[in-house]
């Protein structure tokens, strides 16, 4: 069984570990360039590569996917298995693989296509997501259903990170079940129903600017679905402030104050109050300095008190 994966991220990388853990060893892996990382802008290879370095398996870094199409011609793939890979894959490559190219994705497709399924939801507060692979089409995440499985979301504070994880292993698990299905014919693959399909953006940087207007609910979700990255910010003094951790104040307050205006919480936590609701900061780091708790925070700085944030 010949089969090429291409994948880039964290998702891509634990799912390429696992079916190589499960003797669905790749001939060889297609994945993104290394680019400058950090503020030192250090070259890093991207978390796919890095597991194929590991088990000694061919890796390919094309800009544009269509650069390796010889290249994958003559290897005569039995199939290509893509997990957050990056770019979308043109005919001339869907159709070289004897199988057809499978696509593993964290929603349960037709809901939420596209670049950011598992943050968005946590930004919805859905309760229920899972994993679907899908026999790959020209269009994005748009292609016939294979097979799928559910994921209860357990965990009210489940960040970002930590889902990504729970389907990439699901997602895994059920690949390493689906494939010898697929190979004997013992599947039927099933369309989407595009009435009922969402979709979702490729998150920026800006976008974790934190807007205060929001609910205190629907800015906690953010954060949690923005954990770690593209992260959640203020701006307090022309200095921008990362929100690392935060909670809703149960407590009832009849006033209401401006919002994004900081004020000190029971237990000497800082408070911010939102469009409805206040947020209580647990964890914060302001640009340049450490990570630190709320107390240790206002401790350092008694003028941030009934300052308001932007």
């Known amino acids: 069984m010949k089969i090429i994966f291409m994948g880039t991220p964290e998702f891509g990388a634990i799912i390429l570990e696992e079916i190589i853990r499960g003797e669905y060893r790749p001939i060889l892996v297609v994945t993104a360039p290394d680019k400058p990382v950090g503020r030192e802008q250090i070259i890093t290879p991207p978390p796919v590569k890095v597991i194929a370095q ?65 943050q968005y939801t946590i930004l919805n507060g859905d309760k229920e997501t899972g994993v679907t692979i899908m026999l790959m089409d020209e269009k994005m995440d748009h292609g016939p259903i294979i097979s799928n499985s559910k994921f209860e979301i357990r965990n009210s504070k489940i960040t970002y990170g930590e889902l990504l994880k729970d389907l990439a292993n699901l997602g895994a698990k059920l690949l390493i079940k689906t494939i010898p299905k697929l190979i004997k014919g013992e599947i039927k693959p099933q369309p989407q129903d595009e009435s009922t399909a969402t979709y979702t953006k490729i998150l920026k ?25 593209p992260e959640s910010y203020t701006i307090w003094e022309g200095k921008r402030i990362k929100i690392l951790k935060s909670r809703i104040l149960k407590a009832i307050d009849t006033k209401t104050y401006p919002i994004g205006k900081t004020l000190v919480a029971p237990q000497n936590e800082l408070c911010v109050q939102t ?24 401790r350092g700085h008694s003028d941030f008190i009934g300052t308001i944030l932007k």
């Open 54 to 118: 590991k088990y000694e398996i061919p890796v390919a870094q094309p800009e544009k996917i269509l650069n390796l199409k010889s290249e994958i011609s003559n290897l005569k793939p039995d199939l290509i298995v893509v997990a957050a890979y990056g770019q979308i894959l043109p005919k001339e490559i869907l159709e070289i693989p004897k199988f057809g190219c499978l696509n593993v994705h964290p929603s349960l497709l037709p809901k939420y296509r596209g670049a950011s399924p598992i």
């Open 205 to 229: 940087k800006e976008d974790g600017r934190i807007d205060w207007k929001k609910s205190a609910e629907e800015i906690e979700r953010q954060i949690r679905a923005f954990d770690p990255w």
């Open 275 to 298: 469009g409805k609701g206040f947020l209580i900061v647990e964890k914060l780091q302001l640009e340049g300095k450490k990570e630190m708790g709320s107390e240790e925070f206002l």
